[in-house]
């Protein structure tokens, strides 16, 4: 089992239009190695989750199964079979995809397509038991997990290799281009690379929408919640706070301090913007004894501790890493 992430600037190579800028952001999850419907349902829970976390609450999953290879030939012939008999009205783009792709006439946003494709067969009347059955699984462990996935059988994704299951994270505030997230499983790609039988599946999300979202929402970015901040006392102890920040850092704690704020009312103030959970004073006599003053931001508590035990005590506050 491979669990992989990827954030970074994309660049696509279709015309630009209105929310679709040739260079854009996007973060996504791949989990390669297992076909177990479990891991469909754990993947979408992230991607709400991930949502939930910056403030995007009440998003819906939809979800659909888009078949295997079998269940896919069965579809192709379907289609072709409906649209033979509605392409001549159709938009030049969905006559050549007839032939070549028929599944991609579902993606096609042409007015005088819509109403053919409204009313054109559904994909998962194709898929085989199989299938089928996979995606009552995935929407099980869903529901067990607290999530009521919205079964959407118009939902297909754009691109040719994916199977099973396909999903989209929505943001209804958005409008008509309201998905956040989109993905699926693609349980072929890898073997068709040239690769080892691989079952996998992700999902990318692109950011610009995402902030879109936020502002609709008015949610403010998120600021950092687990830093830490040091105060010193007087400048004399100043080389102390900078010893104590690098073993802080070295942990993997992040900490911020301030050289050239004098006076602990105003460090405390820095500490407050920047939302510090908690400030940890060194103070001229505690230092010298190896301690300094905790001060817990969101309980308004000090304690004194040992700047041995530090590294611990932050690594084991449970809401805090
Ligand atoms: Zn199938
Ligand atoms: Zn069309």
Redesign the pocket.
């Known amino acids: 089992m491979i669990k992989l992430f990827y954030m970074g600037p994309m660049f696509r190579y279709e015309r630009p239009q209105a929310g679709r800028q040739r260079q854009f952001y996007q973060f996504g999850t791949e989990a390669l190695g297992s076909m177990h419907p479990g891991m469909d349902a754990e993947v979408i829970a992230m991607a709400l989750q991930i949502f939930e976390r910056i403030g995007l609450v009440g998003l819906k999953a939809e979800i659909n199964s888009v078949g295997c290879k079998e269940c896919r030939t069965n579809y192709h012939a379907v289609l072709l079979e409906y649209f033979r008999n509605h392409i001549s009205q159709?938009?030049p783009?969905?006559q050549m995809?007839l032939e070549k792709n028929p599944m991609r006439?579902l993606d096609?946003?042409?007015k005088?397509?819509q109403p053919y494709?409204n009313e054109c067969p559904e994909v998962i009347d194709s898929v085989c038991l199989a299938c089928r059955n996979h995606l009552d699984e995935v929407i099980k462990y869903l529901q067990l997990m607290g999530i009521s996935p919205v079964l959407n059988p118009r939902l297909v994704r754009g691109l040719d290799y994916y199977t099973k299951t396909a999903f989209e994270i929505r943001d209804e505030s958005l409008g008509a281009q309201n998905a956040v997230a989109a993905g699926g499983r693609y349980d072929n790609l890898v073997q068709d690379m040239g690769g080892p039988a691989t079952p996998a599946i992700g999902f990318a999300a692109g950011m610009e929408r995402i902030i879109l979202a936020m502002k609709n929402k008015g949610i403010e970015p998120m600021k950092k919640h687990n830093l830490i901040y040091i105060a010193a006392t007087s400048e004399e102890v100043k080389d102390k706070a900078a010893v104590l920040a690098q073993r802080l850092r070295a942990n993997n704690i992040p900490v911020e301090l301030s050289w050239d704020k004098k006076s602990l009312k105003s460090q405390f103030r820095h500490a407050a913007n920047i939302n510090a959970r908690y400030t940890i004073i060194v103070g001229d006599s505690e230092i010298n004894q190896g301690k300094v003053m905790l001060k817990d931001m969101t309980k308004e508590e000090q304690q004194l501790i040992a700047v041995e035990e530090l590294p611990d005590y932050f690594c084991v506050v449970p809401d805090t890493f």
Do not use: H, L, P
């Open positions: 159709m938009c783009d969905c995809r006439i096609c946003k042409a005088t397509c494709i």
